[in-house]
Every structure is written in structure tokens, then in C-alpha cells.
């Protein structure tokens, strides 16, 4: 599955979120050779590079007769794009859902539901205007360790070790 393919199906399925910018790589479900689902896993912010986070911007799946989806569409897929990105290296996935969501597939996928983001967060700066959030409010942040670091040594400390190495 493309990121290119993805985004174009978000587009055709995702309930609130019809666009998405970017992706650094995405999975698909099929259902008797149909896709039925996409995922999208791309960057976080930027004061997460070289944290090992890495966020599922969006998942979508097309809705059936019934008005529902493929059952555990949306939790096959969080866990495809988890499972990518630790055979990549990354050491945690983020994702973000609504609060009238019930978190059903990122719990069934094994993320831990961590809190709130800040309902009056302004990304916008005098230096980068950003445009307004299309759904405003808080989001639920969920998250799941695939690699945990060492408890006995921070991030920092890590840092010094390997150029102390080098």
C-alpha cells in the first residue's frame, strides 16, 4: 500500500478527517482480495525528531450496506503500522482519537489510552501561521511502547554515552 494510494482512499472513506498531509508509509486491509481499509503513519511534531515517536495520522475504512465498517479493520490496522514501525526502529506509536470515540481498535491493538490533549492548544506562531483546526477541542492520546528505554538511563544521558563512544 502507497502513502499516495492511502491518502487517496482517506479522502473517499474518512468520517470527519478528509485530508491528510504527508505519510512516510501506510497498510491496507482486504477483505477477499477488496480493500476495505488504509492507515497512514507520518511525523510527529517537530520537537519529536530523534525521540523514536512516531504518529498514525489516519485511519479509514469504507462502510459497508449497513452503515458500518469491516469488523477489526481499524485494530488490524494500528497494529500493521505498529509492528512496521518497530521492525523500522521507532520506539513508540502515538495516535489520536475523539472523545465520543471509544477507542475500541487502539485499545484492541494494544495502545494505552495516556490523556488529553490541551483543548486551547495554538500551534500558530508570528513565524508560521498554521491554519485553523478543522474539529477543535481536546483529542484522547494514545500510545504504544514497542521498544522500551532503559528505566537506569535518560535520553540525555544516552546522548553523551554515544558521542563519548564515538
Known amino acids: 500500500m502507497t502513502v ?4 487517496r482512499r482517506v479522502k473517499q472513506w ?3 478527517l478528509e485530508d491528510i498531509q504527508g505519510g512516510m ?3 491496507g486491509v482486504a477483505v477477499n482480495g477488496e480493500l476495505r481499509g488504509v492507515a497512514v ?3 510527529g511534531p517537530r520537537v519529536w525528531n530523534d525521540t523514536g515517536r512516531l504518529v498514525i495520522s489516519r485511519v479509514a ?3 459497508q450496506d449497513d452503515g458500518k465498517g469491516t469488523p477489526n479493520a481499524c485494530s488490524r490496522l494500528y497494529a500493521a503500522l505498529a509492528r512496521a514501525a518497530e521492525a523500522l526502529g521507532w520506539r513508540e506509536v502515538w495516535t489520536y482519537t475523539l472523545p465520543s470515540e471509544p477507542g475500541s481498535s487502539t485499545k484492541g491493538a494494544g495502545f494505552e489510552r495516556i490523556g ?3 483543548e486551547n492548544a495554538d500551534h ?3 513565524s508560521r501561521p498554521r491554519k485553523p483546526p478543522v474539529l477543535k477541542g481536546p483529542k484522547v492520546r494514545w500510545r504504544k511502547i514497542l521498544r522500551p528505554e532503559r528505566k537506569s538511563e ?3 544521558a544516552r546522548l553523551v554515552r554515544k558521542k563519548e563512544a564515538a
Open 14 to 16: 474518512h468520517r470527519k
Open 116 to 118: 488529553l490533549t490541551d
Open 124 to 126: 500558530s506562531r508570528k
Open 25 to 27: 508509509f501506510a497498510a
Open 61 to 63: 475504512v469504507e462502510e
Open 154 to 156: 535518560t535520553r540525555a
Open 4 to 7: 499516495r494510494e492511502a491518502k
Open 41 to 43: 503513519a507520518g511525523n
